[in-house]
């Protein structure tokens, strides 16, 4: 599905995981100090093609989802990817990563059951000669450097993988086979993943 160019929405859902907050104290000459710290949840970008709408798949034994119709594209929503998803949700901020783009909060929820208002990254046309990911350049300016997150994506590639590595904050790639999409084991990758960050993240007990 070919996209547009369009306005990058601010990451923020309105039933996202809240903040966590740590107060820790500390006594030096005497004085008590108070250090505040917010934790935002780690960023969780999903891909829809061959992560969500799934294709490629044997007809006579298809998955549990439904059909539905897209721009006069027929797409197959796995009810189990959506029902992942939404156990996902309260460990991440959720935030749709595809050519889709504002069409996913205007579908998705009706078809499965995902929160609505969920943000998306908007992607401009892919510029000539570049060997990155095409949807690199877009994701970088949404998430900034300092942001971890997860991405879930049917077509990473090895520029994403280069990418992953050298950003510097903790960054996970989840590569889906687009007849099965998101799996229950990649679905307890990326909880763990998020409850070890969300452990290193804690404050350390005295």
Not at 119 to 138: C, E, N, T
Request: aromatic residues 8%; glycine residues 10%; proline residues 9%.
């Amino acid at each position: 599905m070919s996209s547009r160019l369009g306005q990058i929405r601010e990451p923020g859902l309105p039933d996202t995981p809240p903040c966590r907050t740590h107060l820790n104290f500390s006594y030096g000459d005497g004085k008590e100090s108070v250090v505040l710290r917010t934790t935002r949840p780690p960023l969780l970008l999903v891909d829809i093609d061959g992560v969500i709408s799934l294709f490629g798949f044997d007809p006579a034994q298809p998955p549990p989802g439904r059909f539905i119709t897209v721009d006069g594209i027929i797409h197959f929503l796995s009810h189990d990817g959506g029902a992942r998803l939404l156990e996902l949700a309260e460990r991440f901020e959720v935030v749709w990563c595809s050519g889709w783009e504002e069409k996913a909060d205007e579908h998705l929820p009706f078809a499965l059951g995902v929160p609505a208002g969920l943000p998306h990254i908007s992607f401009p046309p892919a510029g000539q000669g570049s060997d990155r990911h095409w949807k690199l350049d877009a994701i970088d300016r949404f998430a900034g450097a300092h942001r971890p997150l997860a991405w879930i994506d049917d077509a990473h590639d090895d520029s994403c993988v280069a990418w992953a590595a050298e950003r510097g904050v903790p960054t996970l790639l989840v590569t889906t086979e687009p007849a099965t999409g998101l799996t229950a084991a990649h679905s307890e990758q990326l909880s763990g993943w998020a409850a070890e960050l969300a452990r290193r993240e804690a404050p350390e007990a005295d």
